[in-house]
Each structure stands twice: as structure tokens, then as C-alpha cells.
């Protein structure tokens, strides 16, 4: 089983270390730290498990952090950057497993991303050595590539003439898209083993500055300088310590504090229940610098996001996840509004933004998603992003007999409105009502109601609404329905249709990039007898069939 | 071998027929009438066959008939409309024939789409009785639908369900990015076999009328009145007719009149030529009035086009075209400066929209585009488009020893700024310079230049620009290297690299619905011995793998 629970102090692959305001992620993979047997990593190349370490590091540094305003991504070995992933690895691999490998890779990347755009916490690559496929487009995550002007350092995006695959996290749409490399350079870039070098790299636009070996460490610290003298991080905040996440397994069952997930084999479906907050933070949180991270919105962030990728990695034939929700609507919206209030504090706000790509990790899993909005539930603001973010909601009309429970409501907050974006660049409101913004701004009018059912269907904000009486045939039924469909056509089918709107670099690569892969990763002239991923290393040359389509 | 000519004297499927300015294809699919064997097209189904036609359809009410404001689609059997793509036709195509036929049936859906927007010809659809997958795709390509309501007419999107694919025509995208229909909506809809009909289609955004069946041609007609009313089409204007197609096939060789393919299959290419006007339209044509279809741009288009075609559909082992011109800079460039002083004429705006569309098709075509762009060549204007297509140029430096034909030189002209964007709404310029929009600014001032191989390079126009001594090598070790490469892993690299910035639904449709759908067709679950696209008919239940990815 695949655990991405970590800690600085278990890394085998990444050394971190601080220099004031300036932190250091050097990548030094140990050969035989292997996540899986099979394989070993060469050439600092990386599998899921140095992925895990770097998902680790990034995260820790936004949190413990605050003084961090540039992160240096380098290598601590000799002559060699990072050669990208472990092919041997990828051999080895089933297709299920590559796919959600190249998901969470490039959910790391993003988030990078995220940590350099909203956070004042940027990236810089400072590539010494050889630099390849997926280890050139971990660079292209960072805002500013410095690259070693010598003998080894060269950069290079392999794939498609060694491996017959595309490279797979990213690095195209960046190429074309966030560094504007001309189309036709970067066909040839992506055709040749060799890679490129030096000033034509340059010319390219490939990388942004050319440094002599000896001067890089001066060079590296001179661009960080800048950002750190730019920076909107705080100088003297305390970071907050994201301790090990608790978690407790009894056969089909995972209990968090806040979140507990419950498998139904025999029914392909996980139930994923989140529960609100006990207490009122007005009452029991005097200011955000008292904060830890049993911080109501910080737990189940914490606790969802494992959930989300233990059930992606290690359950693959649970192929439909359940959102239920139980607390008190009032609680949770004062939470909303706590945090809404301290906005501008960096601790907030990197919740906030945290929240926002656990959320987005919902949106690009190839899992169907539902939201039940029953009795005793809590879909208000945050929470309801649940029900935004499922293909479908369920809400119960009315009570249920024999029940005590009030009748479902759901409730907005200002959460609903903006802090929260798709990676579409929309929030959920405005995708779901994507021919009608005049609704969203209707929506508004109605924060802080208690909208009952029928309010809610009116407005638009829940599904399916049965009472009582049909609501255990009709939630059975579509449960029953999904179940029989084929789990391609349903993952084909939610990622086209849950990035409606506008469209960026990640919902390219989440769902163009990542459709284009699956299909290569499935074709015999990559995973075949004589494909070419599968012949890698053996010294025989791949048969292609060269048909087209 | 298929062969995309025709015309409305061979229909077999469709029914064109004419009512003062408003035409109407109705769909009359002769069951016998499968272009290839081994079904029957029943229920109004349909193949490429009828899809040829369809395009051919478009085509002339485009050209022959400047009068038409609106056609009206609908069916001309009882009780059903269209069944959409015959399933087992696509249960016996191979995966290449699959995929080019979606793209194909897509392409024409955005010709319905342009004509409506850009060329003042309204589509209506009329679903007088069940309208199934395919069939509610194309109607979802109409402007407006209007739809019958009676006992027989549904609509659905039943492919998941049913066949464990997905709809394969941009209907997913359609639904959720042109009609806005809200997600959840949309997700149930595409998973129930049985459609939805009347009041609930209409309340969903799923068709814009609902019709007593009675009551079905007055609402098209008054519909239709309102088309006409504010249409742009000339009232008065002689029709262009398309006279046929005529082409020489001499082993691996096609000759058309400005168009020559030549493939050699040892080396996996099709060199395409194309030759300029031998006139200059100036002196050869008065007035747009007394064009026919031999006129230089029109005629090179529709060869153009049909090699296209061709190519993709008869020759699926070529991978890579070669793009070479032959002919006089000058001419060419007088071309472009007649049609663009006429650009407000009904035909030359037509000609000009319809070079926009088959120079989209270049975009999409899942093969290496090369352009050679050598001495004696007219790489200018609407020609040097061919070469912005490709995905790489190769420009030679200087002259050929021992040749007298004077060095390469391109010209831009108004053509390259405006009117012939790509997919992603932008020019190949603007593409190809997205990181830096001032360029393309820049490039205007030297409109009407001759730019020699060091000005096109130092003008980011050329890509790579060997010398006589080199130019052979560099461009065979290019060729060589190209056929080696896995043709899957090609497609996918040039479908990322050749749509960089926005986005729009054609982009989607062809690089993202295409490749989840190219995924999926290759899949166990559909295509293997107990996949649903296998079993269907059969009475017997698929049996999937639910692994997810």
C-alpha cells in the first residue's frame, strides 16, 4: 500500500536546507530507495516515492515556512540534474498506475506553481548536469531556469524518440504555453535524444540564463535575492507545524479525525464522510497566529487530500466516490467567515489556497462523484464545494420518517464565491451556471440563507430531489447504474464535462495532455511486446506499426 | 478506396431540396446503401458514407446557392430522426477508421457551425421522432432545435451507457460549453439509454422549441422567416457551381490541376506541391460575378482539400507530408490582393472561409507536416500558410550549384493577418509568435517583402535554413528520424505543440474529446472480446475491468 505520509526526516531522495530566506530542495535519488522492487534509480531519476518527498517539501515550506521566499531546486549530484522518471519504473508499472503517477506528478508542479504565483514563495531551477524528460519539466515548473553553461549540462525532452511516449507531465503544453516556445522549435526540441545545450537553449527560450559552473551558486543566489527582497512573505511569522497525519484502518474503513471513508466492494463505492467543526473559532481562536494545524479547515484539508489519493492509488476498482457531510451548517460558516475576515493574514491564506488544490485534486480524479445532502448534513460553504465539485448531488426532500433530524439545507458563504477556483480559472458556481453569471450574481443575495430543498432545486443548487419515499431506490438505482458502466467511457466522460468555460495550462494538461498519454500508454507501440517503452535498456530497437490516425 | 467526391445526383441518403430562400436536408439513409460492407443503416444511422454526402451538401448550399439563409436538417422517415453512427459499422472499423471518421463528421459539424456564424446560412433542426447519440450531435451543431412533441421524438446521448464509449461528435462538449447545459444535467443525460423528451429537454437547455408534431414544419418555416429576415446573404447573386473534382491516379502518384502527391512508401512520405496561377487575376477576371471554379484559389483549396482526405483515409501508413510550392511569388501575391479589395463579395468571402477550413484540416490531420521551401518555390501569402501549418520548415540558404532558378524567397501578405485562423481563433502568426505580440505588429511592416532565407530566419519565418552543401543530409536525417519515431507518440506531440494559447470548443473537440475518445476505443472495455462496442447487438452483457485510472 502507497502511503504519502513523509517527513524531512525520513527523506532518502531530497535534501533541504535554509539559508535565511532562501530554502534548497537538492534532489540526490538513492539508487535503491525504490518505492517498488524492479528498479533502480539511476541518474537521479525519480518514481512516485521521491514525488511523495517533493509533494512533502513544498507543502512544509508553505506552511513552516513563512520566512522562505525562494525555494532553489537543484541536484546534489555530480554532472547530472535529474534524468525524469525511472523508465525501468514505468515498465514495470501498470497503466492505471502511470496514469495517476503523471497526475500526481504534475498536481506537484502546479502546486509549485501555485506556491510562486499567489504564495511570494517562487521556484528557481538551477539545473547542473544533464537534464531530462521529466527532470527538465520539473525546471519548467519553476518561474526562472538557470542552467549550467558546461560539458554536461544539457536539457532535453526525450520521450517521443526513446520511448514512444509523450512526456507526460507537462512539458509540452509549458514549452508552447507558459514559456512561448516557437512550435516548430519545440518539434525539434522534442525530437532529439541528444537534447540541447548552452546558448541555443537560450535563444529558445528554453531556459532563462546561462551561467558559467563556477559562477552558479553566485548567479542562483542573485535571482533570489531579488525575489526575496520582492517578496510578500513575512519576516518574523511563526510557521505552523504540520504534524503526522493520524489515521486509523479496520478493513474497509479509514477513520481521520474529521473524515472517515468507507469502501463497499460489492457496490465499487467509497462513502466519504466529512465532518464539521465542533467549536466556533470566534470563541476558540483568538488570532491566526495561535493557529496549528488541528485547525478545523486545515484537518479535513489534510485529511481529504490522503483520503483522495490513498483511494486513488491503492483502490482503483472503487470507481465511484460518495460525499457525505455531518456537523453543525452554523459552525462551519463561522469558519467561513473567520477565515474570510483574516484573509490577508499569510496563514489564512495559505489554508485558503491549500483547500483550493485539494479541491482541484477532486476535479481531476477518474472517479465518478456524488454528494448525498441528507438530514444532520452540513453542506455549507466550504463544505459545499463537495456537492459543486461531484457530477451529481442528491438532496433529500423533507425529513425522514421516523428520523428526528431536520431536513437537509445547504447554505453559501462568501467561500462559494471566490477563494475556491477549478483549475478552469472559475469557481464551481460559475462553471455550473456558465451560461447565466447573472444567476451567480443572483446566488449572492443568498449567502448565509438556510435553503431548503425545494430552495435549493429552484436556485439551481441541488440535482435530484427525491423525498423519503424514492430516495433509497433512486440513490440505489444511480449507484447501481454507474457501477455497470465502463470506467474509460465514465473517465472520458466526467473530464469533458467537468471543464467547461475558459481553459489554462492545467486543464490542458489534465485533460488534453493526460488524454493524449493514456491513449499512448495503452498502445502496443509504447506497452506492446516490441513497443518501445517496454524495450527500453534491452538494447533491441521497437517495431512500430506506423499506421496513423 | 474512399472517395470523398459526390454530388447531390448520387445522394443515396439525403434529400436536398428547395423552397425559395430556405433549404432543407432530410435524411432518408438507404439501409443498403453502407459504404462498406457488412451493415445495414437502419433507423436513419449513419456512416461515412452519408457523412460525405452531408459535407457535400454543406459545400454547395455554400457556393451554388448565395440565395439559401437557412437549412433545415431533419429526417425524412417516420418516427425517427437519426440513430446516429452505425454501430456495427464501428464495431467492424479498425481503430484508424474510427478515429478519422470522428474527425471528419467533426469537421463538418464546424462547417454548419461557420456557415451559420460567419456566412449568414442558419441551420435549424427538426427532430421529428428519436434522435440518438450521432444524430443529437449533429443537431447540437445546428444554431437552434426545435424538436417534436409526441410519443416518438427523444433525444439522448446513450454511448456510455450502451456502448461504452463516448459520443464521439462533440456533443459532450456541445452540451456543456455551447448550450451551457449545467454539468450535473448533463452527466445524467448522458448516461441514461432511454433519452429525455419534451418539457424536461426544453427546461434543461437541451433544444430551444418544443413542437406539437402538427404544428412541426409551420414552427421551422416561421423560424426559417426569421433567418432570412436578417441574413446577409445576397438575394440576387448567381451561384458558383462546383463542377467535379478532377484527378489522375498513376501508381503513387495523384495529379490534380495545381495539386501533385507523390508517395514514397520506402520512406513513409507524401510529398505534396502545390503550383501557383499561371494569370494574374487582374487582367483575367473583371469581377467576382463571372468566377467559376477554375479560379486559382478556389481549385488549388478543393485539391488541396481532397488530398487531404485522401491521404488520411486511404494512406493511414504515411506519415509525414511533405509541403513543397511551385510558381510565380508575384501572381500568387496578386491573388491575395484581389480577394481581400473584394473581401465584402459574397463568393470571395466564401472562398476565403472555405481556405480557413481546409487549411483547419491541415491543423488536425494526425500526421507530420514538413514544408521544403526551396528556389523556384511561391511560399507567399495564402501558400506560405502551408509552411506556418507545418510542424517544422526547412528554408534553403542561397542558391542549388549547377541550378539557375534564383534563391527561396517568402512574402507576407494581408492573408497571414487575419483571415484564415486556425482553431484556437488566432492566426498562424499570432500562434507561432504567441510569446511576443509585437512581432507579428512588426511582421506587417514588412508585408510584401521578399524575405530571403537569412531575412525569413532573422524574421523568426524560416525554421531551419541549411545551405546547398547540407541541405540534403539535414533534410533526409530529418525524414529518416520522423519514421523511426512511434506514430502514436507523434500524434500526441503534435496535437499539444500545434494549439498553444486559447482555447475554443474546435480545439477541445479535436484535441481533447478525440484523444479521451482514441483512449477509449483502444480499450479492453470497448474494443476487447467482451467490450461493450463489441457485444452490442449481440444480447450478451460486456464484462469490464472497473479499474479506474
Not at 534524468?83 to 501498470?94: H, R, V
Not at 442528491?394 to 467561500?415: F, K, P, Q, V
Not at 477556483?421 to 451560461?435: A, C, E, Y
Request: aromatic share 8%; proline share 4%.
Amino acid at each position: 500500500m502507497i502511503d504519502f505520509r513523509t517527513h524531512p526526516r525520513h527523506y532518502r531522495h531530497w535534501q533541504l536546507t535554509f539559508d535565511g530566506r532562501i530554502a534548497t530542495l537538492a534532489l540526490d535519488a538513492d539508487e535503491q530507495g525504490g518505492i517498488n522492487a524492479g528498479y533502480e534509480l539511476k541518474l537521479n531519476s525519480y518514481d512516485l516515492g521521491v514525488d511523495i518527498e517533493l509533494y512533502d517539501a513544498t507543502q512544509r515550506l508553505r506552511f513552516e515556512h513563512p520566512e522562505i521566499c525562494c525555494v532553489i531546486i537543484t541536484s546534489a549530484k555530480e554532472r547530472v540534474f535529474c534524468a525524469g522518471a525511472n523508465i525501468k519504473m514505468l515498465g514495470l508499472a501498470d497503466h492505471s498506475f502511470k496514469v495517476n503517477f503523471c497526475k500526481f506528478t504534475n498536481e506537484t508542479r502546479f502546486a509549485i506553481e501555485d506556491a510562486s504565483a499567489n504564495s511570494g514563495q517562487h521556484y528557481i531551477a538551477v539545473i547542473n548536469g544533464s537534464c531530462t524528460g521529466g527532470g527538465y519539466e520539473l525546471a519548467l515548473a519553476a518561474e526562472c531556469i538557470l542552467m549550467a553553461d558546461d560539458g554536461s549540462t544539457t536539457i532535453s525532452l526525450p520521450e517521443v524518440p526513446l520511448l514512444g511516449v509523450l512526456p507526460g507531465t507537462g512539458g509540452l503544453t509549458r514549452l508552447v504555453d507558459k514559456r512561448k516556445v516557437r512550435r516548430d522549435r519545440a518539434d525539434f526540441f522534442c525530437t532529439i535524444e541528444e537534447g540541447i545545450r548552452g546558448k541555443r537553449a537560450l535563444e529558445w527560450g528554453l531556459a532563462d540564463e546561462l551561467v558559467p559552473r563556477s559562477r552558479l551558486a553566485e548567479a542562483a543566489a542573485t535571482r533570489a535575492g531579488g525575489y526575496v527582497r520582492s517578496s510578500t512573505r513575512p519576516s518574523d511569522a511563526k510557521g505552523l507545524e504540520l504534524t503526522s497525519l493520524e489515521r486509523t484502518m479496520t478493513g474497509d474503513r479509514i477513520d481521520y479525525s474529521y473524515v472517515t471513508a468507507e469502501i463497499a466492494r460489492d457496490r465499487s463505492l467509497a462513502t466519504i464522510t466529512v465532518r464539521g467543526p465542533e467549536v466556533n473559532p470566534f470563541e476558540a481562536v483568538p488570532n491566526p497566529g495561535v493557529l496549528n494545524d488541528s485547525f478545523w479547515p486545515l484537518a479535513f484539508a489534510r485529511e481529504l487530500e490522503d483520503v483522495i489519493l490513498h483511494l486513488r492509488f491503492n483502490e482503483d476498482a472503487i470507481g465511484l466516490w460518495i460525499f457525505r457531510t455531518e456537523g453543525d451548517p452554523d459552525l462551519v460558516e463561522a469558519y467561513d467567515h473567520w477565515m474570510i475576515e483574516r484573509q490577508d493574514h499569510w496563514l489564512v491564506r495559505e489554508i485558503t489556497m491549500y483547500l483550493k488544490r485539494v479541491l482541484k485534486r477532486l476535479d481531476v480524479s477518474a472517479r465518478s462523484l456524488f454528494a448525498l445532502i441528507e438530514p444532520g448534513s452540513c453542506f455549507t460553504g466550504i463544505l459545499f464545494e463537495l456537492a459543486l465539485a461531484s457530477d451529481r448531488s442528491y438532496m433529500l426532500s423533507g425529513t425522514r420518517n421516523g428520523e428526528e433530524l431536520s431536513s437537509a439545507m445547504i447554505r453559501l458563504t462568501d467561500m462559494n464565491f471566490g477563494p475556491l477556483p477549478m483549475s478552469n480559472g472559475l469557481t464551481r458556481l460559475q462553471s455550473r451556471f456558465l451560461g447565466d453569471p447573472a444567476h451567480v450574481e443572483e446566488l449572492r443575495r443568498h449567502i448565509g440563507e438556510n435553503l431548503d430543498t425545494a430552495a435549493a432545486a429552484e436556485l439551481g443548487l441541488a440535482g435530484f430531489t427525491p423525498d423519503d419515499i424514492d430516495w433509497d431506490d433512486e440513490v440505489r438505482l444511480a449507484i447501481e447504474s454507474r457501477a455497470a458502466f465502463s470506467p474509460d467511457a465514465l473517465t472520458g466522460l466526467e473530464a469533458s464535462l467537468r471543464f467547461a468555460g475558459p481553459e489554462t495550462m492545467e486543464t490542458k494538461i489534465f485533460a488534453r495532455l493526460s488524454a493524449w498519454q493514456n491513449w499512448i500508454f495503452q498502445r502496443p507501440n509504447a506497452v506492446g511486446e516490441n513497443g518501445a517503452l517496454k524495450l527500453y535498456g534491452t538494447g533491441k530497437r521497437p517495431a512500430f506499426n506506423p499506421r496513423r490516425t
